[in-house]
């Protein structure tokens, strides 16, 4: 069995190349990170191929003047080269498994060549996507930064002609399947978590503390900045990694009760460090495939606080390893906020019980392991 994997970026692909690798089953790793980045993950460059175009030209655009970017959005045209420098790259194999939105002539060439094509889609469907957020965007009267309409078209085109598409919970699963697609074109299971990379150290205050990454409007945050405000518990602090996006300032404005600490981006090998000082992790996002996170946080022994729409009913049962809330509800997060303040042996449990969870089916073998067996049978029912 020989693999080939397109994509623009990293997302979890390297994780899969890397468990391909060790099987010998990876054929190339196709992507546009350069390749002193991508071996870090284990990939040899001899299995790489860098289009690193792609990367010049996206990053360079970000740093552009934002009276730049409302006059053109690029998404479509970077897509395009992406993809249609792939398809030069490409070679017989057996399966061919491209990302959505930058795959549709990579997917078209490599049927050509007698492969499976399988479609990596690692959110929601794009049309439930596009609603929700939008949704979200006209409650709050913003403008919502929408996704090109011609990438939008492109992706429904690679849901049709894709063999299977490859998607990581049961809530994408669910959006789907409310569009028409056939359950049986669908792969659905769960990605993993190094856990190298994320381990518990001891905590060192008493301090209540909740974790949370993200910060925009999709990853709900404004709820949470809300609840936690509102609550305004003794004692307490709310951490947020990673970027802030500028819709959220006046909300952080709005909601900062002199407990909220936004310590912006941090490297990923240092993370563990972060999750170690909280108590709990919240994850109140309003659309996301499977947040990579919630495994992070889990392996650090946090339990979890996570909406319907985060993939963490795959990851963990309501009332064990933490709790699963609806989108949008301020009330259901004060309430399960407040119970763990109120209940810290509950809380300490939880989150082992949290950890255990990650460490006995969560790993990037056990993804591997999944995935692969699930590619033989692909393959063999040919």
Request: charged share 25%.
């Amino acid at each position: 069995m020989q693999i080939i994997i397109s994509v623009p970026g990293r997302f979890h692909a390297f994780y899969l190349a890397n468990q391909l690798f060790k099987r010998e089953y990876l054929k190339k790793l196709i992507t546009s990170y350069p390749k002193f980045e991508t071996i870090k993950y284990g990939i040899p460059k001899d299995k790489i191929i860098s289009i690193i175009i792609k990367e010049i030209i996206n990053r360079g655009w970000r740093k552009l003047p934002v009276s730049v970017k409302n006059f053109y959005n690029p998404q479509y045209f970077i897509s395009e080269l992406y993809d249609k420098l792939v398809t030069q790259k490409l070679t017989s194999c057996d399966i061919f498994i491209g990302w959505a939105g930058f795959s549709l002539h990579s997917l078209r060439k490599a049927k050509e060549l007698g492969a499976i094509t399988i479609l990596e889609r690692g959110s929601s469907h794009m049309l439930y996507q596009q609603e929700i957020l939008n949704q979200e965007y006209e409650r709050f009267g913003l403008k919502n930064k929408k996704t090109h309409p011609r990438i939008i078209n492109k992706e429904l085109q690679e849901y049709k002609e894709a063999d299977y598409i490859s998607i990581p919970s049961q809530f994408v699963k669910k959006t789907f399947l409310e569009r028409g697609i056939p359950e049986n074109k669908l792969i659905h299971i769960p990605y993993g978590v190094d856990l190298n990379g994320f381990i518990k150290v001891p905590k060192t205050d008493d301090i209540f503390r909740i974790i949370t990454v993200g910060g925009n409007l999709q990853k709900g945050t404004h709820y949470l900045l809300q609840a936690f405000s509102e609550l305004n518990l003794p004692n307490s602090e709310l951490i947020g990694l990673g970027n802030l996006s500028d819709e959220m300032l006046p909300f952080l404005k709005k909601y900062d009760n002199g407990k909220i600490n936004w310590v912006g981006h941090k490297p990923q090998k240092e993370l563990y460090k972060y999750y170690s000082q909280g108590l709990i992790y919240i994850h109140s996002s309003i659309q996301e495939g499977i947040a990579l996170v919630q495994l992070q946080a889990m392996a650090c022994g946090l339990p979890l606080i996570c909406t319907t729409n985060t993939g963490g009913q795959d990851l963990i049962e309501d009332g064990k390893e933490g709790f699963i809330i609806p989108i949008r509800d301020v009330k259901a997060l004060k309430e399960k906020i407040l119970y763990f303040y109120e209940n810290p042996g509950k809380c300490r449990e939880m989150g082992q019980a949290a950890k255990r969870k990650v460490q006995q089916g969560f790993t990037w073998n056990d993804y591997g392991e999944k995935i692969i067996e699930k590619y033989k049978e692909i393959l063999n029912s040919k």
